[in-house]
């Protein structure tokens, strides 16, 4: 059974909003935030709640030395996955450990995926009031934590080419309108230039990669299933290591990951760990391929990936 918290104890709820995630028309998701804090005010009387409208990442060192000042006793995080990546990413430096909950309002919405919340506000007022907890384990990227998924390779060069403004208006068409420029850019007249070296846990081998998947969750790019053992609840990073260079082993990839059949695939391994240790062994790229996390390019090569513990209370 479940462990689960008495809302009607909080006395502070902030709910941060962050208006330039997502998609959808902004008056349409500021309506869907506005019904949910006020059916917020309507459950918990007791409580002060406050909704944030964050316009710019800058903003979130300061949001959340009032979180820890204030002993607020749970934060909401309306948006995408980069948006909760970061925020939480504030707390923890902080040291700062509130009860924190997912209100899905961003381009990607892994996180609310998999802990199946909904962006309708009386689904999801009336799933959260249970007071619910899920332990959610972090992951950890050169001292950047990621909630759901890492990469290193095409996808994380991708994501690294695609633009703030791209992704406010163009939403997922970004990234399939960059990924075609960089398959004809990288691939059109020579084979993938780059190679990887990687090292799990204390194993001596280290492995030869084109490119790394690494999933804290078991859903990748919005809707593929990749590692059916991943969990937010789950300790542990599983990767997927390509180990083609050819643009038809790439081709492959593409469709093993569309067709969520990564173990089909004699040219993809499958690997369990704790520990994950990545280098850049092209000359020119060692100490500077971009890295993902969680949909942005946050850090570069060398990559060394963790888990931490303990793991964080989130209301579901």
């Known amino acids: 059974m ?3 918290v008495d809302l009607k104890k909080f006395h502070k709820v ?3 909003f962050n208006r330039n995630s997502g998609k959808q028309l902004f008056a349409s998701m500021l309506s869907r935030i506005n019904q949910t804090v006020n059916g917020l005010r309507v459950q918990l009387p007791q409580a002060e709640i406050e909704l944030y409208s964050l316009k710019r990442f800058a903003e979130m060192p300061g949001l959340a030395d009032r979180v820890r000042q204030e002993k607020i006793d749970w934060v909401i995080i309306g948006g995408g996955d980069g948006t909760i990546r970061a925020f939480i990413e504030e707390l923890l430096t902080r040291q700062c450990y509130p009860y924190i909950s997912v209100f899905p309002a961003g381009t990607i919405n892994l996180i609310a995926r998999e802990l199946q919340l909904s962006k309708e506000p009386q689904k999801w007022l009336h799933r959260v009031n249970k007071g619910i907890v899920e332990p959610v384990y972090i992951g950890k990227a050169n001292g950047n934590i990621f909630l759901t998924v890492a990469g290193v390779g095409f996808d994380s060069m991708v994501v690294d080419k695609v633009s703030i403004l791209e992704k406010k208006l163009l939403s997922t068409l970004a990234y399939v309108v960059q990924s075609t ?13 780059y190679t990887f070296k990687v090292q799990l846990d204390d194993d001596p081998v280290w492995y030869d990669a084109s490119s790394i998947i690494v999933g804290k969750s078991r859903y990748y790019a919005g809707r593929y299933n990749l590692f059916s053992e991943a969990a937010l609840k ?3 990073l599983y990767a997927a290591i390509f180990t083609g260079h050819k643009r038809t082993d790439f081709v492959r990839y593409a469709t093993s990951i569309a067709l969520e059949s990564l173990t ?4 993809i391994m499958i690997k369990k760990a704790k520990r994950i240790e990545i280098r850049c062994v092209t000359k020119g790229a060692e100490d500077c391929f971009p890295v ?4 942005d390019a946050v850090t570069e090569t060398p990559l060394r990936l963790e888990i931490v513990e303990p793991p964080l209370q989130f209301l579901v």
């Open 2 to 4: 479940q462990p689960q």
């Open 14 to 16: 902030l709910f941060v």
């Open 181 to 193: 420029d960089t398959m004809r850019r990288e691939l059109l007249f020579s084979n993938w230039r």
């Open 234 to 236: 789950n300790p542990y």
């Open 264 to 267: 089909l695939n004699k040219n």
């Open 292 to 295: 993902e996390l969680d949909g």
